[in-house]
Each structure stands twice: as structure tokens, then as C-alpha cells.
């Protein structure tokens, strides 16, 4: 008889495979696991009680939950937009500077390297309604003499935290944008100029679609950012003034622990990594086909 | 439609004069080709002419217009590219519409001036496709087609045959010259193959370090170089050179063989000189030499013969230099061989040893 022996590849790698299975595999088992019960973290013993898809059918009829998911998707829309044009921008500014562009380039990265936490805090102070830069510089130059509650007010406290969301991370799209016009070759570009093209007229017919790969690969990057956000709005407004700028995952960390609700809070989370997916899969068949469009292959 | 015109054109890259004050008058319709060694400055000169350089210094005028000063969009020209410089992303129908497109001419205007474009350089079966997806001479017709739909007043050819292979070089060669005849637009041609300056130019404008050395018709530059440079680089094999000085009338090459002298350089007795012949007016004697010619006798050995089919080149030694002669109507020549070369005198050239010009006759 002849015994069963593993192929040495997966001797090999049967190391790597058990260690990732530990780190990754088991936690993820198991709070998805703990979102089919009614896991309250006061109350241990709720882990083995199975209620099937309770939690689930919960959330998805959660005005609450809806309201955060919804809001969510606008903050993502919004955000990824300006911050594409301001990237875009940036970027091709910088790439028309001859003289210290390497310190430029080096300076644009900065916010990058700020933890989220501690550019919550910072715009918190700008925009507070009495102390805040914002409402000091405004009322020393005179064009309101009332104090404007940026933080208080959930539109104008949504657009603090857009405008906290943009200041960090414009730059991921204007570092690779500017990649992208670094790798544009000439040679069509001055095609362009003898064809008759004006400046404008280059950069919408030929520069931009060279760009699309690149600012395709920048959304798919930060929609993940932002479908996960949490830190800044978390010190920035805690997801109020009455949870008007409550976001997924503020609320799902207020259930989780505030309200203890563990499993209900898992049960949310699953729902929402589908938002994820659903971008990042957008974002690379978009990209995809802007390749295929410059005859980049796939 | 329309003249060219440099006056005094000058380009510096920062300190570095890469184009040193030229002039050149372009005739309306003329097919001028600026033909050089690399790097003389000739795509410099064609993209100031298209406006994709700014000039230091000078005036460009094309028609009666200076254009100095405008953008390449206001100059109504069209370019070809060495390296053809398609939009990868627009098919090639795209790509032959594309400046009609953008001067706002109506899209049945564009299907008809592309869908012409397209049966002149037979593309018409390649229209959905995009440049990826073509072969190097299907990209140069589509770069051609581009340049043509519209009705510049100037076509500017940089190098456009020089990534093809040469079967298919000669080919577009003759499509470019019937491509001339039918649209008769100026047009500025430049390359580094004097072959390719000799059949297509009206005028030949030969280049050297930023200088233009000569300009003219291909049969003048070739009959009356002006200096050694043009005399070596128009005309295949480059011409032979061999140092010599006027003694007594006669020329006396380095190993004291005296050739009798051309007539005309009486006034330039006792100067060294540099003795110019081309290989056509090498030939062993009683060979196919046109009679009655001035006829040098000279007798070398044949170390190397390279057969071309109709001729043979042979190499011989001839005073310490080696030269190039030739021979119609091959027959079998041994290495080594000695045989009696006629030197065509009336086709010799003769040059200042000192500064390369040519001595004029008086
Ligand atoms: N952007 C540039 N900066 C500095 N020197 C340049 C630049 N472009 C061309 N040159 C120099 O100008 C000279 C002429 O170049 P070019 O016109 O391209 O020659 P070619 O006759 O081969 O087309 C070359 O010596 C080249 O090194
Ligand atoms: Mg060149």
C-alpha cells in the first residue's frame, strides 16, 4: 500500500499557509461568526447563542444604518471628485516647475504622513466655532461678525470633514497623476500642437486619456480609503451633531462598543465591506478599459 | 500654398548655438530636402519651421507671414514624424480625422477628406484599428494620411523612412514623390540617407554642425561640391581623396605619380591641394570610359572587388590612400591582379588641402 504523501510544494508552504491562516483566516472567522449572534460584549455567554441571520435582516431594515451607508457613498462621491480635479491640478503645476520640483514633490506627500488622528485634531481647532482659524480670520477681515458653528451645523460640519478628507489625501492623486504625465511621451503631444490642437485642446484629446489608468488606480486606492473612513470624522464631530455626518463605520464602532451590540456591529461591517468590493471592482474594470483604449493590453 | 523663408535663424540651447545663422528661400511647391550627418541640426531647423522650437534669433516667414512668434495650430502646416507620433488610443480613421476635427469641419466633410486620404495610402481596410495594432509601414502611411487630409501650406518630413526596412523604404520613396506631384504643396524633407535627399529633392540643402554647407539641384551638388564634406557625403561610394600639389603644371600625388593637370588651375601652381574622383571615373582601361574624355594612366593593385550585379567596386591602392574604382559589365577580376585605370580628369575635383573648398577653375 502506498501512503499519501504531500506534494513538496505544499510541504513547502504549509508554514506560510498555517501562519496566515491564523493572523487572518480565524479572526475573520470568527467575527463573522459573531455576527450570527447576538454577541453583546457585557454579556460573554451571548457568543453561543446562534440566531441565524437575524442581525443581518436588523441592519438592512435600519434606517440608521441606511442613513450612515447612504452618507457614506456621498462623503466617497464628493471627496473622490474634488480630490481628483485638486490633484489633478496640483499635479500639473508641479510638473510645469523646472526648479525645486524634487522638494515639491517631497512636500506634497506631508499630510500623507499625518496620522489621521492627529489631522482630526488639527482641523477640529481650525474649524471650531469660537476658537477655531477658520471663524478668527473671517471675522478680523470682516465678512461675518457671527461666529459660523462649522461643527455644529451638519452640512457645514460635512463639508469640514471633506475639506479635512481632501487636505490629507489629495496628494495620492496628484503624485500618481503626476506619474502619469512624467510617462506621457512627447511625441503625440506635439502631433497634437501641428494638428491644430490649443493647449486645452491637447490635454482633453491626448493628455487626459493617458492620465485615465493612473487616476483610475488613485480611486480605486481611496474609495477604499473612504468607504473605511473613521478616524477623522470620529475626533472631528464623533458622527454628530446628531449623527448627521455619522458615517459606517463610526456607527458600527459606536454599536460595537458604546452599545456593546457586538454582533450587530459585525453584521453591519459584512454589509459594508460589500460597498468596498462594489468600488474597487468599479474602479479596475474602469481601469481596465482605459488601458485597453491606449492599447496598454490587459 | 505658400514660400518658406529662414533669415538668419539661429537656435541656442542655453550657451550651446546648435543652428549658426541660416538662410534658406523655400520656392512655393518646391520639394526641399535638408540631408546631413546626425546630430547637424536638421530636426532643430524643421521644428522651428513648425513652430515646436522657439528660434533664437532670426526670422521665419512662411508665406508672406512672419511666424516667429505663433504657435504651431496658426502656421497651417502638417508634420510627419521620424518616430510617426500616432494617438495610440484613436483608431486609425480617428487619427486621420483628428485636426479636421478639432478645425470644426463638418463630419461628412471629414469622412470624405479621410476615406481620400485613406484610398491614396491604401488604408482603408486598417480604418477600425488602432496604431498598436499595425505593422511600422502601416503607421507610416497612417502618420503620412494625417499630414494630408488637410491642405497645408507646408508638409514638414522629419526622417520618416528611417525605422522602415529597405525594401519598403524604397517603396514609400516613390509613394512620397507621386504623393508630390499629385498635391504640388512646399514641402521640407529632412533625412541623413543621400539617397534618399538625391531622388527626392528639387533642391538638396546639405548640413554640417549647425551650417548649411551647399544648396541645390541633386545634379549640382553632386557635379560641383563645394568642398570636400559635400563632395564625400552626396554620391555613393563618397568620393575618392587623395593629397597631391600643383608642380608644374601638373598634379604630383604623394608617391611623386604626376596626373596631368585639368585646365583652369594654372593660378594655383605650387599650392597642396586635395585630388577628388569618384568612383564612376575610375575604370580599368578600354572599358566602358566614354571616349575622348581626359584621360589620367594610372596602374594599381586590386585588393578587394565587391560584385553589385550590374558593377563591380574595386578596391586598389593608389598613392598610400585606398581608392574605389568601378567596373561595368563585370568580368572576373583576381585579388591582387594589377590592371591600367583611365582617371577621368574632366569628372576630377580639386580642393584646397588646407581648408576643404573647392578651387574654382578660372
Ligand atoms: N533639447 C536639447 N537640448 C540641448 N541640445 C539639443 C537639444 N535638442 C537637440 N540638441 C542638440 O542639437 C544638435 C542638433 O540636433 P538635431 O537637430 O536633432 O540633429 P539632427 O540633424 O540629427 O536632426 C545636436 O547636437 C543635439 O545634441
Ligand atoms: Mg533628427
Given at each position: ?91 500639473l503645476m508641479v510638473s510645469k516647475v523646472t526648479r525645486g520640483q524634487r ?78 504625465l512624467f510617462?506621457i511621451p512627447q511625441d503625440p503631444l506635439e502631433a497634437a500642437k501641428v494638428d491644430g490642437c490649443t493647449p486645452i485642446q491637447s490635454f482633453?484629446?491626448v493628455t ?91 | 500654398?505658400a514660400q518658406v523663408h529662414l533669415k538668419n535663424v539661429v537656435k541656442k540651447y542655453g550657451s550651446l548655438e546648435v543652428v549658426h545663422a541660416i538662410n534658406l528661400d523655400i520656392e512655393d511647391?518646391e520639394f526641399v530636402v535638408l540631408v546631413g550627418p546626425s546630430g547637424c541640426g536638421k530636426s532643430t531647423t524643421l521644428r522651428m519651421i513648425a513652430g515646436l522650437e522657439d528660434i533664437s534669433g532670426g526670422d521665419i516667414e512662411i508665406g508672406d507671414r512672419v511666424v516667429n512668434d505663433l504657435a504651431p495650430r496658426d502656421r497651417n502646416i502638417s508634420m510627419v514624424f521620424q518616430n510617426?507620433a ?61 499630414a494630408?487630409?488637410?491642405?497645408p501650406d507646408v508638409f514638414l518630413f522629419d526622417e520618416p523612412?528611417s ?22 504643396s512646399t514641402i521640407v524633407y529632412v533625412t541623413h540617407d543621400?539617397?534618399?535627399a538625391?531622388?527626392?529633392a528639387?533642391r538638396i540643402v546639405i548640413m554640417r554642425d549647425g551650417h548649411i554647407e551647399q544648396i541645390g539641384?541633386?545634379?549640382?551638388v553632386?557635379?560641383?561640391?563645394v568642398n570636400?564634406f559635400v563632395?564625400?557625403f ?121 581648408t576643404g573648398n ?5
Open positions: 500500500m502506498k501512503r499519501f504523501k504531500m506534494p513538496p510544494w505544499l510541504v513547502l508552504l504549509l508554514p506560510a499557509i498555517i501562519i496566515l491562516s491564523a493572523v487572518v483566516l480565524i479572526p475573520l472567522v470568527l467575527s463573522l461568526y459573531s455576527s450570527f449572534t447576538p454577541y453583546k460584549l457585557t454579556r460573554p455567554e451571548s457568543l453561543y447563542k446562534w440566531i441565524g441571520t437575524f442581525n443581518y435582516e436588523k441592519a438592512l431594515g435600519d434606517t440608521k444604518f441606511w442613513a450612515a451607508f447612504g452618507r457614506t457613498i456621498l462623503l466617497l462621491t464628493i471627496a473622490l471628485n474634488l480630490e481628483m480635479l485638486c490633484g489633478l491640478g496640483l499635479a522638494a515639491l514633490r517631497t512636500a506634497m506627500m506631508f499630510p500623507m504622513m499625518f496620522s489621521p488622528i492627529l489631522v482630526g485634531f488639527q482641523f477640529k481647532f481650525i474649524f471650531n466655532d469660537n476658537v477655531g482659524l477658520v471663524n478668527n480670520a473671517l471675522q478680523s477681515l470682516g465678512i461675518t461678525d457671527m461666529a459660523i458653528p462649522w461643527l455644529v451645523d451638519g452640512k457645514l460640519a460635512m463639508f469640514a470633514i471633506i475639506f479635512a478628507e481632501m487636505w490629507t489625501s489629495t496628494s495620492v492623486f496628484a503624485i500618481l497623476i503626476l506619474a502619469g510617462a482633453r484629446f487626459l486619456p493617458f492620465l485615465m489608468p493612473f487616476i483610475y488606480i488613485a480611486m480605486a486606492i481611496r474609495s477604499l480609503d473612504v468607504a473605511r473612513a473613521y478616524d477623522i470624522v470620529q475626533i472631528m464631530t464623533n458622527g454628530g451633531p446628531a449623527r448627521r455626518t455619522e458615517l459606517l463605520w463610526t456607527l458600527i464602532g459606536r454599536t460595537g462598543y458604546v452599545d456593546a451590540k457586538m454582533g450587530y456591529a459585525n453584521a453591519m461591517g459584512y454589509i459594508s465591506i460589500f460597498l468596498a468590493i462594489f468600488f474597487t471592482i468599479y474602479f479596475f474594470r474602469k481601469l481596465t478599459a482605459a488601458r485597453a483604449e491606449l492599447g496598454m493590453g490587459v | 500654398m511647391g510617426y500616432l494617438y495610440p488610443h484613436m483608431t486609425v480613421q480617428e487619427n486621420l480625422g483628428f485636426s479636421l476635427k478639432i478645425a470644426k469641419f463638418s463630419q461628412s466633410e471629414i469622412d470624405a477628406a479621410v476615406q481620400n486620404a485613406a484610398e491614396i495610402l491604401s488604408l482603408t481596410d486598417l480604418m477600425d484599428r488602432k496604431p498598436g495594432a499595425l505593422s511600422g509601414g502601416q503607421r507610416q502611411r497612417v502618420a503620412m494620411g494625417r494630408i487630409v488637410r491642405h523612412l525605422n522602415l526596412d529597405a525594401k519598403l523604404r524604397t517603396q514609400m520613396r516613390v509613394e512620397i514623390k507621386k504623393l508630390h506631384q499629385k498635391v504640388k543621400q539617397i534618399e538625391m531622388t527626392l528639387d539641384t541633386p545634379l549640382d553632386f557635379e560641383h561640391p570636400t563632395a564625400s552626396i554620391g555613393s561610394p563618397p568620393m575618392n581623396f587623395l593629397e597631391a600639389q600643383i608642380d608644374g603644371g601638373k598634379i604630383i600625388l604623394q608617391d611623386g605619380t604626376a596626373l596631368t593637370m585639368p585646365a583652369g588651375y594654372a593660378a594655383n601652381e605650387g599650392q597642396k591641394v586635395t585630388f577628388g574622383v569618384r568612383a564612376d571615373n575610375i575604370m580599368p582601361q578600354n572599358h566602358a570610359m566614354p571616349a575622348g574624355n581626359n584621360m589620367a594612366l594610372v596602374e594599381m593593385e586590386v585588393s578587394l572587388t565587391e560584385p553589385l550585379g550590374t558593377e563591380t567596386l574595386l578596391f586598389a591602392e593608389l598613392a598610400g590612400s585606398e581608392v574605389q574604382a568601378k567596373m561595368l559589365n563585370p568580368r572576373p577580376v583576381q585579388n591582387g591582379e594589377r590592371l591600367t585605370f583611365e582617371i577621368s580628369l574632366d569628372k576630377c575635383h580639386i580642393f584646397d588641402a588646407q573647392a578651387l574654382k577653375a578660372q
